[in-house]
């Protein structure tokens, strides 16, 4: 018994050291946008990164999403609407509802997955620590052209 409630206590403490650093990691990244204009070559590469970059993945899921979308619509409603209202509800139906949604889970995914990446890669190759070495504050550095 006396175990397992040390356990849970453990569990607990480092279920708030993590939130913790989490919470200083949010409010330094905040504090840093007092410093955005020295940092704004990489804001802007970050801008043409997530936007320019991602456009050949989102029009090619686009256009996928577009073509499932009409077989099932078409498969749906053949034989009670007209045809030239296919057309219309599929453009509908992409434009207002599902593009922006999957727009933004595609740029999610690919954005968020490539910047952890680059940052994994930082700081198994211990550049993240060189940074603290030349008194770069690796927050304003890294983590605000993301932000």
């Known amino acids: 018994m006396l175990n397992m409630i040390r356990h849970i206590g ?4 480092q279920f708030f050291e993590f939130y ?7 409010l330094k990244s905040i504090l840093s ?7 704004i070559p990489q804001v802007i590469e970050q801008f043409i990164y997530i936007g320019r ?3 050949p993945i989102i029009v090619i899921t686009s256009m996928f999403m577009g073509l499932v979308l009409g077989v099932q619509i078409g498969t749906q409603i053949s034989s009670t609407t007209p045809a030239w209202v296919e057309g219309g509800l599929i453009l509908r139906s992409i434009l207002l509802e599902m593009g922006p949604v ?26 993240i ?12 550095f890294l983590v605000m052209p993301c932000f």
């Open 33 to 39: 946008f007092r410093k955005v204009h020295t940092y």
């Open 20 to 26: 913790g650093k989490l919470t200083l990691l949010f």
């Open 129 to 140: 620590d060189a940074l603290c070495t030349m008194a770069i504050d690796p927050v304003e």
């Open 53 to 55: 970059y991602s456009l």
């Open 102 to 127: 999957v727009t933004g889970l595609i740029l999610a995914g690919r954005v968020a997955s490539g910047i952890a990446s680059e940052l994994g890669a930082m700081k198994v190759t211990e550049q």
């Open 10 to 13: 453990y569990a607990t403490v």
